[in-house]
């Protein structure tokens, strides 16, 4: 054999090898498998929070200076234990610096002034009433307020009116991001 004629097979012999060689890595690369993993587990939910205003409202048929029951607490309907915060807007800012609030039905409070001496559980800071205790799922706090009074001076400066008493409240988890319990103030980033 002549030397171009075993170069020539050399380099066949190199095509031959190279083009199997570019064919098994394709099919590598372009094959697919497919197992079907079977499995049964039990879901767990992710955690909810998630709150209600419970309130049990008496208004008066008519304008009164008599006292009339707004009973409001929150309840917790998640699945986690929460901090709520409360906020109250009255519909009329007249109305609102002429109410009092009460928690126990005998000592009123004008609504600028309800932020000390509030019932167990409850702390006013930077416009909202904190519940300062973890809220458990499914409880509710205690009463942030039971009574609302409304006096009306005799001269008619504010006239009696029909007005509402918005309640806000909101939540936030009473644990952090790595599970850990905080405090109200943790929880809501007060300073």
Do not use: H
Not at 100 to 119: E, I, N
């Amino acid at each position: 054999m002549n030397k171009q004629r075993k170069k020539a097979l050399w380099l066949t012999a190199a095509v031959v090898l190279l083009l199997l060689l570019v064919s098994q890595i394709v099919a590598f690369f372009t094959s697919e498998d497919m197992t079907t993993n079977r499995y049964s587990a039990k879901k767990i939910p992710d955690p909810v929070v998630r709150i209600a205003i419970t309130e049990t409202f008496e208004p008066p048929t008519t304008p009164s200076e008599e006292p009339y029951r707004k009973d409001v607490k929150i309840t917790n309907t998640g699945t986690e234990s929460c901090y709520p915060r409360v906020r109250l807007e009255f519909s009329n800012a007249q109305i609102a610096a002429i109410s009092s609030l009460s928690a126990d039905g005998t000592q009123y409070v004008l609504v600028a002034d309800y932020t000390t001496d509030l019932p167990t559980g409850w702390v006013y800071r930077e416009g909202y009433y904190y519940f300062t205790d973890p809220l458990p799922p499914g409880e509710a706090t205690n009463s942030l307020f039971q009574w609302v009074k409304t006096v009306f001076s005799e001269e008619g400066s504010v006239k009696p009116e029909s007005f509402d008493i918005f309640v806000y409240a909101e939540a936030v988890q009473a644990v952090d991001a790595n599970g850990d319990p905080q405090d109200y103030t943790a929880a809501w980033q007060l300073s």
